[in-house]
């Protein structure tokens, strides 16, 4: 059984577990099987490898190599890889990669970035003889890759490309959406999500001259794949494959590769040294690997959603159940079941999040709430944006509104904790700051004459040394008013027994106690108003927060949807500039129309996002204002601040 070693930096407690951090330096040691192709010919996504995808929280850049059996194609995965060995090479005539096996490294050109390679079982296995999962291999290495290798031998001739019939069978396998136009051109939407495609040549032996004239390898390939024109079957046979692979894939790259060494030395290729090997055909490798790291892009979803780590082992799963179920694996419904298992993930790890990051942050009680709004929002905004980062087309704020709700009950929970350590807080400062004029009563010291005064000064300077002392948080005054309600009546007979004040005196004292009281009221009653003001600004800084990330997500959603749609149109405008110049006016025409047909619906998505933008903010104002929010926040802790209220 095969070890696999996982390498990334321990988090420390201040990342606490937001998955759109970055493992740096993920690594695997090894490959490992993704999807498994058993005996009896059934899928299945193994549970190890979706553990390891899980990890990754980075964007992925997904390259998948194809080809018939005994080609070479894991050695390529292996220079990408930078390794000499991994994914298995054999030297006979057998295949030896079984499925589709994994491989993550990080990606050595783009930083916060995991280069994910699939090596896949040899299609034509003849011990396997079954072509129906040779399909369903090359339709997996389509779905999930951003850039698809298809690596082959000798020359690219009309045999080669009939061999690479399974390019004409995608549109059997891979339904576009659930409810299909039959007269919708799938293959706008294929390009929409199709990877990049490379043709590997390898072991070739012919010069690269085209008429007496030297032509590069992408030349090659554009003359292999020009169309013929006729319209009778053998000339439609012989112009599938070329125009799957020219309206499906939207760009097109081929590399040709000498044959690496002499025949005795092939049975050891993976021990060889760059010395041992052929220089051009070292040069043309490493051509190659320049090429993969610096062209591939992230894989992307319709709409032009980045997929990290968790969401492709997702898509793979939500790809092979459905072929197991006997269905054909759809890239609408796939989107929308992938968002469904993301957004409910995103809305716990914002939440943990949250929870996490303000238990380790707030130190009960916190001398203002001030300085626990601040907080607060420091951790609402980290949360919000993994929220709005790790979801996606979250189109009614389903998820959004589940998280506002959690987040205002988190939050209420905060502020009563903090409310209720601050009476603790408070009722210990008390009885330590005022034990000596508690000892004082018990003794009836201030049961004299003169005690009253005495009683005063006494009091205010314990009040004054209570004040001074921190510790005691948010609830500080209307402690301290509990505490002297409490000592009233102590106070009144006090001043009752002081045979020194004369009725006009103990009338002025007795004024000015009540005075103090009031005083102390206010003091109580400001206190509440402070937070009650706090928590107003609380709500409406979250709300701020939420609608300036939802809008810069919504900016970036529509920025990556217009470059989708650039893209789709320069493959069509491409297609159609090569038809044009091969005499091909009528596919010229047929492409016009579904170039005019992008162009609308990229102008309507355009004229619509002021709507679409107004919607949602609309929903979320809706929401906020159903939110308990920190009015009712204070209402709910009123029973804990006291029986008076803000007036």
């Known amino acids: 059984m095969k070890t696999v070693v996982i390498f990334y930096r321990k988090k420390t407690s201040s990342e606490s577990v937001n998955s759109s951090s970055i493992m740096a330096g993920f690594s695997m040691a090894e490959p490992i099987c993704l999807i498994e192709n058993g005996k009896d010919g059934k899928l299945c996504v193994q549970p190890k490898a979706l553990q390891i995808l899980e990890q990754i929280g980075q964007r992925v850049v997904v390259v998948a190599v194809v080809g018939l059996y005994r080609t070479g194609k894991s050695y390529l995965m292996n ?75 000798g020359t690219i001739d009309n045999d080669a490309l009939q061999r690479l019939h399974y390019v004409t069978e995608l549109t059997e396998h891979i339904k576009v959406k659930s409810q299909q136009d039959e007269y919708e051109d799938e293959s706008t939407e294929f390009l929409r999500v199709f990877p990049s495609f490379v043709w590997s040549v390898r072991d070739f032996t012919l010069t690269l001259e085209h008429d007496g004239k030297p032509i590069t390898a992408d030349e090659y390939l554009n003359n292999a794949l020009k169309l013929k024109p006729g319209h009778s079957k053998a000339v439609q046979m012989y112009n599938m494959p070329r125009s799957c692979l020219r309206n499906y894939f939207p760009t097109r790259k081929c590399f040709v590769f000498d044959r690496p060494a002499r025949t005795e030395k092939m049975r050891i290729l993976d021990t060889l040294a760059d010395a041992d090997l052929d220089p051009s055909f070292v040069k043309q490798v490493r051509e190659f690997c320049c090429h993969v790291f610096s062209t591939a892009e992230s894989k992307t979803l319709k709409g032009g959603v980045h997929v990290t780590g968790t969401l492709l082992g997702n898509l793979a799963k939500i790809y092979v159940d459905a072929i197991c179920s006997n269905q054909i694996p759809c890239l609408e419904n796939a989107v929308l079941s992938l968002a469904q298992i993301q957004n409910a993930k995103a809305v716990v790890q914002a939440i943990d999040h949250y929870n996490a990051q303000m238990a380790e942050r707030v130190a009960y009680p916190t001398e203002s709430q001030e300085e626990l709004s601040q907080i607060h929002h420091v951790v609402e905004k980290e949360a919000l944006k993994i929220l709005i980062d790790c979801s996606f087309k979250d189109d009614d704020q389903k998820y ?79 402690a301290l008013k509990k505490y002297l309600d409490g000592k ?36 109580t009653e400001t206190e509440m108003n402070n937070m009650y003001e706090k928590l107003l600004k609380d709500q409406e800084q979250s709300y701020n927060e939420f609608t300036q990330q939802l809008m810069q997500k919504m900016e970036e959603d529509g920025q990556n949807a217009a470059k989708e749609y650039d893209r789709v149109l320069a493959a069509k405008l491409k297609e159609q500039e090569d038809l044009l110049s091969q005499n091909f006016n009528e596919k010229s025409e047929l492409m016009q129309q579904s170039i005019d047909a992008l162009k609308q619906e990229k102008k309507a998505m355009e004229s619509n996002k002021p709507s679409m933008l107004g919607n949602v903010l609309e929903s979320v104002g809706t929401v906020a204002l159903f939110l308990p929010g920190p009015i009712s926040k204070v209402i709910g802790v009123a029973s804990l601040l006291g029986s008076r209220f803000l007036k």
Not at 501 to 510: G, K, P, S, V, W
């Open 79 to 153: 220079q990408l890889a930078g390794k000499r060995n991994g994914f298995a090479l054999g030297a006979t005539i057998q295949s030896k990669t079984k499925g589709i096996w994994m491989w993550c490294v990080p990606h050595p050109v783009k930083k916060d970035h995991t280069l994910v390679l699939l090596d896949t079982e040899g299609l034509g296995d003849v011990e396997k003889g079954d072509q129906k999962n040779d399909t369903w291999i090359f339709s997996l290495a389509v779905l999930l890759s951003s850039m698809l290798v298809y690596n082959s031998m």
């Open 488 to 523: 009233k009546a102590f106070q009144d007979s006090i001043l009752t027994a002081d045979q020194s004040l004369t009725e006009a005196e103990r009338q002025i004292q007795a004024e000015l106690a009540k005075a103090q009281a009031l005083e102390q009221q206010h003091r």
């Open 400 to 478: 959004q509104q589940k998280f506002l709700l959690s987040l205002d009950e988190m939050y209420a929970g905060i502020l009563r904790k903090n409310i209720e350590e601050s009476k603790k807080a408070c009722e210990s400062i008390i009885k330590h700051v005022f034990q000596p004029l508690e000892d004082q009563l018990g003794s009836g010291h201030y049961v004299s004459s003169g005690g009253y005064k005495a009683f005063c000064a006494d009091m205010q300077r314990f009040i004054n040394r209570y004040r001074s002392t921190p510790g005691k948080g948010v609830q500080a005054e209307e």
